[in-house]
Nanobody, 121 residues
């Protein structure tokens, strides 16, 4: 089994910053794409940003210039640096990854449990 565990969420004032982390654990051989999604109350889950194993990134227009995704392949961890936060960034943030386990099972689109980010105005 493999799992993803997010951390770093919390309450912050508008204009502030937070850094989310997501660590993959278990019998991991390799991790392909990793990403962050978010879901606000009453809304569908949406992509925030993703990153390939080689470091190519993609992000939603709503967060461009404010959020930065990065990863540490040696630590099986992906990060989301969030700056200039706005109240509309309030959501549960989920980590997602495509993982090859050591027993050659492929865990496509594995999700973490989510971490709450609340931005007050």
């Amino acid at each position: 089994q493999v799992q993803l565990v997010e951390s770093g969420g919390g309450l912050v004032q508008a204009g502030g910053s937070l850094t989310l982390s997501c660590a993959a654990s278990g019998m991991i051989f390799s991790i392909n794409g990793m990403g962050w999604y978010r879901q606000a109350p009453g809304k569908q889950r949406e992509l925030v940003a993703n990153i390939t194993r080689s470091g190519s990134t993609n992000s939603a227009d709503s967060v461009k210039g404010r959020f930065t995704i990065s990863r540490d392949n040696a630590k099986n961890t992906v990060y989301l640096q969030m700056n200039s936060l706005k109240p509309e960034d309030t959501a549960v943030y989920y980590c997602n990854a495509d993982i090859w386990a050591s027993d050659f099972r492929y865990y496509r689109s594995r999700w973490g449990q989510g971490t709450q980010v609340t931005v007050s105005s």
